[in-house]
């Protein structure tokens, strides 16, 4: 029974396994390990370091650079045996070994610095590092993203290798974007970009000059770098451009070195037009027109020291006068215009006044001729009066105004008054004719008379010359003077049509339409009325056959003479006062034989021609006390008004008279003798009440006890009388 | 007895798979996974103990008279599993140099894989129980002595290799551990 075993441990595979053991140790002893090696160390030589330019040099000894996993040294002291330097760059954070040692004091050597990776291979590799770039003199602020936005890798720039950097590479990027500017980029400031770029702007969109000590301005911000930076290669190159003008314009310097260096003492950045030089910094003060002179108009061929001052120089051609004023022309011209002229005229005979002062020289002195110009008005001034005047315009005119004129008319036969003062000379004398101007009205008037004629033809006769309205007509020289209100009449409200002459004096002439009468009182209006006003009329009606009396004196005209009607009024009274009539023509339509005009209750009837004479107390009673329901037909007998008064409830029958008289109720006279009990003795005293208790008279008893009490009680009978006389119960 | 090539293609599908995902990591990283880092490391690694399980299981079980797991031509068909995968991603792990005992390990693997292939070709030609053990009667006395002759000296070839593939490769081994691993 074979044990368990592997059934490779035969002999000849113990044996093979123990060839290659040792055939490998054999290697190892020959070659010194570098059959372990992953792969070649770099073999690019170098600055000599631990007697070798490249660890290819040391290639097969491990050791030099790997310490056994047991003992106490690090790969990396093992780098600074040799690499001494970055010993004391790790102290200084100026140095990328510094900074990135204090980024992660952990960090190994290999981390950035791979090995065995080739002869020629990169042995720095901070892919993924936040390498502090600009350690390196450059910044990468520009360089975070590229134009995809991804962002930028180690490799894009510098390849394989970070530590090496061709510059070739800027140009083969950014000519990617516009290749004409980057041509005439590195023509102008050569191929090494990194003489002026650090990469902390892009130097072109971000890049400010004005954070400099020459900001740019007007043109100089329109300048390409080059313009000012010519052959710069460097960014010390730039900075040792001069600042003043002729570092750069020497050769644009027009006037060939005469004016000095500093142009900015003239131009400015705007342009070099226009410039702003201070001419009167100079002998020759620029004023007025001379101030918008451009230069060379004096200056010619830009020639500016030695420019003579006087004025003949520059316009001796401008001179009108021909030299016969001199060659001073400042003497009279000022430096605004050429008509600005400053000659004092007050210093020649003929000193300037009024509108001689603003004409211009050239009117009088019209060739330029000063000398000998004759002072007359006529001399210069045509006379539009023809001569008629004479030759002295300044008798009527002043220098003024040729219109304000000052002649004195009153000299004349014709004085102006009113309007005339007013009016044109013209329009009287027309074609500009003074002499012989006819002095009547109609001679300038004759189209203006409205009265075609029928007045004559001395309209001053009734018009003033104050205003053609201002009319003076006496109107009582003709027969018919105008009074009352025909004197604020328009006179054309008679006279229409302007004609005046046989105009009728008649009322109704002009008053026809105004006759309210409709001619019932004929066409003489004055007959009642006067001319103060129409209501003022003035009518006697005592003259017709119904004189005014009474109330009828106060009443208007109107209330009788409904719708002006006059003729045929009605003189009776029922004609007007029908309506007026309360008894409802009972006592006919003559109201006057009772009412008097004065008023309706001033009454004069006469009751006592009735049947029913009024006595006592029937005088003082209201008429309508009795005539409740009219006149006509009131019954005479008592009771018809009294009924209600009696008081013995008709126990008398109906005739109060027989009794009572009109003089009171109270003054009653019955006769108890008439009836069945007369009274006598004492029964004639006694009042009427003691015997007729209540107000009954009738069936009274006449029995003695029906009034008497029995003081025997009955004893004696009923029958007193039989004891008892009425003349005391004594007796 | 093996019968059928199935573990054949479960082989091919795997390395298809690890293909993938080599292939994978190569396109985000942009680059061939380094052995050093944690992908080709791992590939090594993996590689390695499957390429040590196919050395050692099979044997064991083969020579094992206490302990039966399992039948033989599963051990076979997983011998033969794992002695593709394994080298293929101790291939992979190479990141493709060869220099060095480490090309030299590679290329021995590649050697020991072609050697099985030859192996497996020749051991089919004797038929077999399912245990692996041979059926008698089937082959021809002549073609089965030849066969068997064959078998014995694939053997005396293929565990040499073997062996010595397995040597440097524990050296290599050894030699990463001190070199890289280890590294102070």
């Known amino acids: ?731 | 007895m093996l019968r059928g090539n199935r573990e054949l293609w479960l082989a091919f599908f795997t390395m298809i798979m690890i293909t993938a995902v080599y292939g994978a990591v190569v396109m985000v990283t942009h680059e061939i996974p380094p052995a050093s880092d944690v992908f080709g490391h791992g590939m090594g690694i993996v590689g390695f103990i499957l390429m040590l399980m196919t050395e050692t299981l099979y044997s064991l079980r083969k020579r094992s008279r206490s302990v039966r797991w399992g039948r033989m031509s599963f051990w076979l068909k997983f011998h033969i599993f794992t002695g593709l995968v394994g080298p293929y991603m101790v291939l992979l792990h190479s990141s493709w140099k060869f220099n060095g005992l480490a090309g030299a390990t590679t290329l021995l693997t590649a050697i020991i894989v072609v050697s099985g292939f030859i192996g497996r070709y020749i051991f089919t030609r004797i038929p077999r129980t399912m245990d692996g053990l041979e059926i008698e009667g089937t082959l021809s006395q002549e073609a089965l002595k030849q066969a068997r002759r064959l078998l014995a000296l694939w053997h005396a070839v293929h565990i040499p290799i073997g062996m010595a593939l397995f040597v440097s490769a524990f050296v290599h081994i050894g030699a990463a551990l001190y070199y890289a691993t280890f590294l102070k």
């Open chain 1, 1 to 731: 029974m074979r044990s368990a075993r592997l059934g490779c441990f035969t002999f000849t595979g113990i044996f093979a396994a123990l060839v290659t053991a040792f055939a490998i140790a054999g290697f190892a002893v020959a070659s010194g390990g570098q059959m372990f090696s992953p792969g070649a160390l770099n073999a690019v030589a170098g600055d000599v370091l631990g007697g070798v330019h490249s660890h290819a040099e040391i290639a097969g000894a491990c050791s030099a650079c790997h310490a056994a996993p047991w003992e106490a040294q690090t790969m990396d002291d093992r780098c600074v045996v040799c690499h001494q330097d970055v010993t004391f760059q790790m102290q200084d954070l100026m140095t990328p070994h510094g900074r990135m040692y204090a980024i992660d004091p952990a960090a190994e050597c290999r981390a950035c610095h791979p090995e065995h990776r080739g002869e020629t291979a990169s042995l720095t590799e901070i892919e993924g590092w936040k390498y502090p770039h600009e350690l390196s003199g450059y910044f990468l602020t520009a360089h975070q993203f590229k134009a995809e936005n991804d962002p930028f890798k180690c490799t894009d720039c510098h390849g394989s290798d970070v530590t090496t950097f061709d510059e070739n590479t800027c140009e083969s990027c950014h000519g990617q974007s516009d290749q004409a500017f980057m041509v005439d980029h590195i023509l102008a400031y050569g191929e090494s970009c990194l003489n002026c770029h650090n990469g902390y702007d892009s130097m072109v969109t971000g890049f400010n000059h004005d954070a400099f000590q020459f900001k740019l301005t007007g043109k100089h911000a329109e300048a390409a770098c080059v313009d000012c930076h010519r052959g710069g290669h460097s960014l010390a190159d730039f900075r040792m451009q001069g600042q003043d003008c002729a570092s750069c314009h020497l050769d644009d310097d027009a006037h060939e070195g005469m004016l000095g260096k500093d142009c900015a003492s003239c131009h400015t950045p705007e342009g070099w037009s226009p410039s702003h030089f201070d001419h009167n910094r100079s002998a020759f003060k620029l004023t007025a027109a001379h101030a918008d002179v451009a230069c060379r108009a004096c200056h010619k061929d830009n020639l500016f020291k030695g420019t003579p001052a006087d004025c003949f120089s520059c316009h001796a051609q401008d001179d009108p006068h021909q030299g016969v004023l001199g060659t001073n022309c400042a003497s009279c011209h000022k430096a605004t215009t050429w008509q600005d002229v400053t000659f004092d005229h007050s210093k020649t005979a003929f000193a300037l006044v009024g509108s001689h002062v603003n004409v211009a020289c050239l009117k009088c002195h019209n060739d330029l001729t000063f000398k000998g110009t004759p002072t007359a008005c006529v001399s210069c001034h045509a006379d539009v009066h023809q001569g008629q005047m004479g030759m002295d315009c300044a008798k009527c005119h002043n220098p003024f105004d040729w219109k304000d004129v000052h002649f004195d008319h009153s000299q004349t036969g014709f004085k102006l008054v009113g309007a005339h003062q007013g009016a044109a000379c013209s329009s009287c004398h027309a074609n500009g004719r003074f002499k012989g101007t006819p002095s009547n009205c109609f001679a300038c008037h004759s189209a203006d008379d409205k009265h075609n004629g029928q007045f004559g033809t001395d309209c001053g006769s009734c018009h003033n010359p104050s205003s053609w309205k201002d009319v003076n007509f006496d109107h009582s020289r003709t027969g018919f003077p105008l009074s009352g209100s025909h004197s604020g009449v328009a006179c054309k409200n008679c006279h229409s049509n302007g004609v005046f002459k046989g105009t009728p004096r008649e009322c109704v002439a002009c008053h026809a339409a105004d006759d309210a009468h409709n001619g019932q009182f004929g066409t003489v209006c004055s007959a009642c009325h006067n001319t103060s006003s129409w209501k003022n009329a003035t009518f006697d009606h005592s003259k017709t056959g119904f004189p005014l009396a009474g109330s009828h004196s106060g009443v208007a005209c109107k209330n009788c003479h409904s719708n002006g009607v006059f003729k045929g009024t009605p003189s009776n009274c029922y004609a007007c006062h029908a309506g007026n009539d309360k008894h409802n023509g009972q006592f006919g339509t003559d109201c006057g034989s009772c009412h008097k005009p004065t008023r309706w209750s001033d009454v004069n009837f006469n009751h006592n021609n009735t049947g029913f004479p009024l006595n006592g107390k029937h005088a003082g009673v209201q008429c309508k006390a009795c005539h409740s329901n009219g006149y006509q037909g009131t019954p005479s007998n008592c009771y018809a008004c009294h009924a209600s008064k009696d008081k013995h409830n008709g126990q008398f029958g109906t005739d109060c008279g027989s009794c009572h008289s009109p003089n009171g109720w109270g003054n009653a006279s019955f006769n108890h003798n008439q009836t069945g009990f007369p009274l006598e003795g004492k029964h004639a005293k006694v009042d009427c009440k003691k015997c007729h208790q209540n107000g009954v008279y009738k069936g009274t008893p006449s029995q003695c006890a029906a009034c008497h009490q029995d003081k025997h009680n009955g004893e004696k009978g009923t029958d007193c009388a039989a004891c008892h006389s009425p003349k005391g119960w004594g007796n």
